[in-house]
């Protein structure tokens, strides 16, 4: 079935409905955002798109993001949605890769595409654009299951990024799980687009589109701490998703402007490591809104949930442990831990995550060799380590690629840094292993200060050795002003063990 059925019946439904904001200001109905969508596929097709040609979106948030998502999926193509924050020639390189046909863009960053990549961009700003997008609709071209809806490239930390085959059945399975495993989704909801919708963000559309909700995207097109309360307050009840950045800055902004969150109705959290002493003071501040997930573009948001209630409770003897958790298996999905040969491990063993289900890629793009290392026997390799307990709860330890060796043990930064950041004068941090002659590795520490407030290295000593074995506490503290960071929010750990290497003796 192709996903586009959904804005269909949606409009059918209730077409007076409102549909696409722009902050506050309505742009659309869902009358009119199935007819522009469906004028958009027709005006594809006229210009030779056919179904199963890939077309990329390298556009900041805005509602004809979502216009242009679902023209291609009216037309039967695949959308290769693109991180505005990308440079031109990596986006170039995407869409080289991706065998693009053609490119939605907003000005910036989509123009300086043209001098790199001989696509043909349409803007969305320009009148072409509307003229696509009016006049005589076409209705959704019929799809198969497993043919290809989004085609998502990796972060690409460690190389040239790969492509992601999503299907409809993929994107099926992980919308209907969200209600079941995540939140549920009403008319009245309005998923509020802060985080970039290439990603988590625009992954959650399908599902709000399906019930009808409505979609906000924010005046500023991306992330503004200040206006997501403001937001809330006065377009609520708003769902999003948030990296955990987004949640350690909106919770500074809370505590800082006294803000309680009012509006804001669920706030799920994925896509990096968040530590429990941000989260368990995000929830302290701004009550009950919060929804961890676990997923990859390879299990997009399907892999793993903690729910409100186990992110909020504080009753269980249990709880802190559970709040450091990813949660447990999502409906369609299985996880196990395995050794280095693949073998099952028992319960609270460290091994690496493997997931299967119907959210699970077919495989990467154009990439056989990478496919046949990452799916195993139906089983998805995440490169993730972890271990889960007796009753389901999935811990991440960290990436297989992160784990520290050193006199021959394995430490799991971040162990470390869930420690660190329980020091009141600690904003963040990140653990590396450095090269050392006599153990290996030594582990060292990055650490950022809250803005003003030295922070003293023989304290964070004695928190370590309070709470954690001895071997395992960092022999080297770095003070630094931040973290380095790719467009997607995550640390570079990679960078940071570059900066040590290029220490001198």
């Known amino acids: 079935m192709n996903l586009a059925e959904w804005l269909e019946r949606s409009a059918r439904r209730d077409s007076t409905a409102p549909a696409l904001f722009h902050g506050s200001r309505q742009v659309a109905d869902y009358a009119a955002f199935r007819a522009r969508a469906s004028a958009l596929a027709r005006s594809l097709a006229a210009c030779g798109i056919a179904p199963g040609d890939r077309i990329a979106i390298f556009m900041k948030n805005s509602p004809e993001y979502l216009i242009a998502l679902y023209g291609i999926w009216y037309a039967g193509a695949a959308a290769v949605p693109i991180n505005a924050k990308l440079h031109a020639k990596e986006a170039a390189w995407i869409v080289d890769n991706s065998g693009a046909r053609l490119a939605f863009v907003t000005a910036d960053p989509g123009y300086a595409l043209a001098d790199v990549s001989p696509v043909r961009i349409v803007d969305i700003e320009d009148r072409a654009f509307t003229q696509m997008t009016t006049g005589a609709g076409k209705p959704p071209v019929s799809r198969r299951p497993d043919d290809l809806a989004w085609l998502f490239y990796t972060s690409g930390t460690t190389g040239r990024p790969k492509g992601v085959e999503i299907t409809h059945a993929m994107l099926a399975v992980m919308s209907l799980g969200y209600p079941l495993d995540v939140d549920p989704v009403s008319p009245e909801d309005a998923a509020f687009y802060a985080a970039p919708m290439s990603h988590g963000a625009g992954l959650y559309a399908p599902i709000h589109v399906r019930m009808g909700a409505r979609h906000i995207c924010p005046d500023s097109g991306g992330f503004d701490a200040a206006e997501v309360l403001e937001a809330g307050r006065e377009q609520g009840p708003l769902s999003m998703f948030m990296a955990p950045t987004m949640v350690r800055r909106l919770t500074d902004e809370a505590k800082h402007t006294g803000a309680d969150g009012a509006g804001i109705k669920t706030i799920v959290y994925g896509g990096g490591p968040m530590y429990r002493a941000d989260i368990e003071e995000a929830v302290a501040l701004l009550g009950p809104r919060f929804v961890q997930i676990y997923g990859q573009g390879e299990c997009p948001m399907a892999i793993s949930s903690l729910s409100r209630a186990e992110v909020a409770d504080r009753n269980h003897p249990r709880w802190r442990e559970r709040l450091g958790s990813v949660g447990r298996a999502q409906s369609a999905t299985e996880i196990a831990i395995v050794d280095e040969e693949g073998r099952p491990l028992p319960a609270g063993a460290t091994g690496e995550i493997v997931v299967r289900g119907a959210a699970v890629m077919p495989g990467y793009w154009q990439n056989p060799e990478a496919t046949a290392k990452t799916l195993k026997d139906g089983w998805l390799m995440t490169g993730d380590m972890g271990s889960l307990d007796a009753d389901g709860y999935l811990t991440l330890q960290d990436r297989s690629k992160d784990v520290i060796i050193s006199g021959g043990s394995n430490i799991y930064p971040r162990e470390i840094e869930d420690v660190l950041l329980t020091h009141p004068d600690v904003h963040e941090c990140a653990v590396v292993g450095r090269p ?6 030594d582990v060292v520490a990055f650490v950022v200060p809250h803005a003003g ?49 290029e220490e001198k003796p």
């Not at 050392?436 to 590795?441: L, Q």
């Not at 022999?475 to 002003?481: P, S």
């Open 453 to 501: 407030k030295p922070v003293d290295e023989a304290a964070l000593d004695a928190l370590c050795l309070k709470e954690i074995a001895r071997f395992k506490r960092p022999k080297l503290y770095r003070f630094v002003i931040g973290l380095p960071k790719n467009n997607y929010g995550k640390v570079l750990k990679t960078e940071l063990r570059r900066m040590l290497t």
């Open 436 to 441: 050392s002659e006599e153990w290996g590795e």
